[in-house]
């Protein structure tokens, strides 16, 4: 049972245009919500997070919007570039980090030039 | 300052044999997370370790995997009698704030 969603297994996207990740959860009791961003042959790199008491987190061309209504959250990427390319994990926290994140299983953003 | 490291960068081993997965974490994280990732999949949870505090072992997959850390900091992930399905990049990641997580390279395992 998948708590944690990312149906586009990939996504191409034009140099300068938007990229927009989504990604959906189950578990009401996550609070805390963050993004990954993996290069072949490294660990994930933290990109930006988000707590589940707000909506909109922004840090430079990235910004995370939150629905907790839906269970939904998106990663916006403006404008795209080429160093973008890589796998995108979305995770979730529940209870402090105990438990550990609990990741979907990844998009691969391709951008083309 | 320096990230997380892990070493072996890759083990290949026969089914049946021991091995052992090291991780040195950030320096100042009392937290310490392994994590499995198979092909294609994300990653999945596989134990955390909170200063020298005893961990829960209850996301382990088997009695064949154990963990330890020594001292609050390096960790060390041993799985004994390899099987073929336990085959997969493992990553350990430390942290702060026990939410935002800091991995190293992994370690990718291969049994044949």
């Known amino acids: 049972d998948q708590q944690v969603k990312q149906n586009s297994p990939s996504l191409s996207v034009q140099e300068g245009r938007i990229s927009i990740l989504n990604c ?16 072949p042959a490294e660990g994930p790199t933290f990109l930006i997070s988000i707590s589940s008491i707000k909506d909109k987190n922004e ?11 839906a269970k939904h959250l998106s990663l916006h990427i403006v404008p ?3 160093g973008d390319s890589a796998v995108y994990f979305c995770a ?17 953003l391709i951008i083309q030039p | 300052g320096a990230g997380v490291s892990q070493s072996p960068s890759n083990k290949v081993t026969e089914k049946g044999k021991d ?12 937290a310490l997370y392994w994590y499995r990732q198979r092909l294609g999949q994300g990653l999945e949870f596989l134990i955390y370790f909170q200063g ?3 961990p829960d072992k209850s996301g382990l997959p088997s009695d064949r995997f154990s963990a330890e ?8 992930l041993t799985i004994q009698r390899t099987q073929q399905e336990d ?9 702060w704030d026990r939410v935002r997580q800091f991995f190293g390279p992994g370690t990718r395992l291969t049994v044949l």
């Open chain 1, 59 to 69: 840090d430079g061309r990235f910004t995370v919007f939150l629905n907790k209504s």
């Open chain 1, 80 to 82: 795209s570039q080429p």
């Open chain 1, 24 to 39: 959906d959860y189950t578990n009401s009791m996550f609070d805390y919500f963050l993004w990954y961003k993996k290069y």
């Open chain 2, 52 to 54: 020298n505090s005893a």
């Open chain 2, 69 to 76: 850390r020594t001292g609050g900091s390096v960790s060390t």
């Open chain 1, 92 to 108: 979730a926290s529940a209870g402090g980090g105990a438990d550990g994140l609990t990741f979907g299983k990844g998009t691969h």
């Open chain 2, 19 to 30: 091995v052992e997965l090291r991780c040195d974490p950030i320096s100042g994280h009392t």
């Open chain 2, 87 to 95: 085959s997969a990049v493992y990553l350990c990641a430390s942290s």
